[in-house]
């Protein structure tokens, strides 16, 4: 997921400087967990944020929601000083929606549009990367 938000990165703002943030939890300001990014990329004003699944559904993209909740909550709000302070000057997120398969009985349009009214992107594995299921949903504001 981190080459694919990378890859993408590029394109949207070429010769930006990228930033990969770690993976580890980030932390509020009493020091317990905040939020953990499964895969994120800063580049310019924008960061790419991945959530990374085995089998989507629609629990996923309420992960995602919960994502950018948290993201906004540090950024507007300082929840998390290290977060916060590693998005600084970011004013756009990308989010992504990754994983291996779609849950049976769920189709891939379905869930890239559940997605996309939630301002993410479905990401599939496509060859031996992976690659945009639908459309890329445009960048939600912070």
């Given at each position: 997921?981190?080459?694919?938000?990378?890859?993408?990165?590029?394109?949207?703002?070429?010769?930006?400087?990228?930033?990969?943030?770690?993976?580890?939890?980030?932390?509020?300001?009493d020091g317990q967990h905040y939020v953990q990014l499964?895969?994120?990329?800063?580049?310019?004003?924008?960061?790419?944020?991945?959530?990374?699944?085995?089998?989507?559904?629609?629990?996923?993209?309420?992960?995602?929601?919960?994502?950018?909740?948290?993201?906004?909550?540090?950024?507007?709000?300082?929840?998390?000083?290290?977060?916060?302070?590693?998005?600084?000057?970011?004013?756009?997120?990308?989010?992504?929606?990754?994983?291996?398969?779609?849950?049976?009985?769920?189709?891939?349009?379905?869930?890239?549009?559940?997605?996309?009214?939630?301002?993410?992107?479905?990401?599939?594995?496509?060859?031996?990367?992976?690659?945009?299921?639908?459309?890329?949903?445009?960048?939600?504001?912070?």
């Amino acid at each position: 997921m981190e080459a694919f938000l990378a890859s993408r990165a590029s394109a949207d703002a070429p010769g930006a400087t990228r930033t990969v943030l770690p993976t580890t939890p980030f932390a509020d300001a009493d020091g317990q967990h905040y939020v953990q990014l499964d895969a994120a990329v800063v580049a310019g004003d924008t960061v790419y944020v991945g959530e990374l699944k085995t089998v989507l559904g629609e629990a996923a993209v309420e992960d995602v929601v919960m994502k950018l909740v948290k993201i906004r909550g540090a950024v507007q709000r300082g929840r998390s000083p290290d977060l916060a302070a590693a998005l600084q000057g970011v004013t756009h997120v990308k989010l992504f929606l990754g994983g291996d398969a779609v849950r049976q009985g769920l189709a891939v349009q379905e869930l890239a549009e559940a997605a996309a009214v939630v301002g993410a992107s479905l990401v599939l594995p496509s060859g031996q990367a992976l690659g945009l299921a639908s459309e890329p949903a445009p960048a939600v504001r912070l």
